[in-house]
């Protein structure tokens, strides 16, 4: 990919998806952060990433970026569990020096592995994901290297994604195949009292899930995490702080169809919302 030169004028905060997962933790962002710009990009068109190889992830992962960088972005968040698991780590080392040494990838990993040890009461910790999450072991390595002592049980749920995107989730039949991985895990490790959502899909879920898990054993919604891991990180960085617009304003983009895009972010947002359809190069 050439370098290229972007703006150096001030623009919002953007955040990136595979789909529509993103929105549960923009929209925890936004509550959070209320006066920001923000541009929400969705690779629908490409999506579901859980199944591809980290080859085409990164690939497809640092084209979006580059085109959130083209739209004024100094500071882009990988609102997707996969993403973060397979492209972060590249395109901050990798790529940022070449594309723009000042602009900022954050991921949603690490701010969740950073919450969980005040969460947890004896270390057992257990992760629902997309089989590529979990085939990455992202979370098992950030885990070791914060809570060495914990004992981390990572758990792929492929069904769920699917269930969510075609508005089965407040549905009866989506109790079978929550409980089934819900039991899965607690058979794994039947001392797990704490259970990350790793995939920003899976709040909306998030009713069912409940049900299944017993009392006592913690639910970790990424949602507020990552929007008060932002306001610190900003907080922390006023120089990128300077650099993002204020207006309150949300602009959405999909690779995908923009009505179909627009229908289902209703399920996420909880209002409805006007999309653009982009393509992504």
Request: net charge negative; hydrophobic share 40%.
């Amino acid at each position: 990919m050439n370098v290229e030169k972007f703006s150096a004028a001030g623009g919002p905060i953007g955040v990136f998806d595979s789909g529509y997962g993103g929105l549960t933790i923009l929209s925890e962002i936004r509550k959070a952060l209320p006066d920001y710009d923000y541009i929400y990009l969705g690779d629908n068109a490409r999506a579901p990433y859980g199944s591809r190889s980290f080859e085409i992830v990164y690939q497809f992962t640092l084209e979006a970026v580059t085109e959130l960088f083209r739209r004024g972005c100094h500071l882009v968040i990988l609102a997707c569990n996969t993403a973060s698991a397979k492209a972060l780590r590249n395109i901050q080392q990798l790529d940022l020096p070449r594309l723009d040494p000042s602009r900022r990838v954050l991921g949603v990993i690490r701010p969740t592995v950073e919450a969980i040890g005040s969460i947890t009461r004896n270390g057992h910790i257990g992760i629902f994901a997309t089989p590529g999450t979990v085939a990455s072991g992202s979370y098992n390595i950030e885990i070791a290297k914060l809570h060495p002592d914990f004992a981390v049980t990572a758990h792929a749920c492929p069904m769920w994604v699917p269930l969510v995107e075609n508005r089965e989730a407040d549905r009866p039949g989506a109790d079978y195949f929550v409980r089934q991985e819900v039991d899965a895990l607690l058979e794994a490790d039947g001392d797990v009292d704490t259970i990350v959502l790793g995939c920003t899909h899976y709040p909306i879920l998030y009713p069912k899930i409940r049900e299944a898990v017993p009392e006592g054993i913690e639910i970790v919604r990424q949602g507020d995490i990552v929007a008060r891991s932002l306001a610190d990180y900003l907080m922390r960085h006023p120089e990128m702080e300077r650099r993002l617009t204020r207006g309150g304003h949300t602009q959405y983009l999909t690779t995908e169809n923009p009505d179909k895009f627009s229908a289902l972010a209703t399920l996420f947002l909880g209002h409805p919302i006007a999309a653009e359809r982009i393509e992504v190069l």
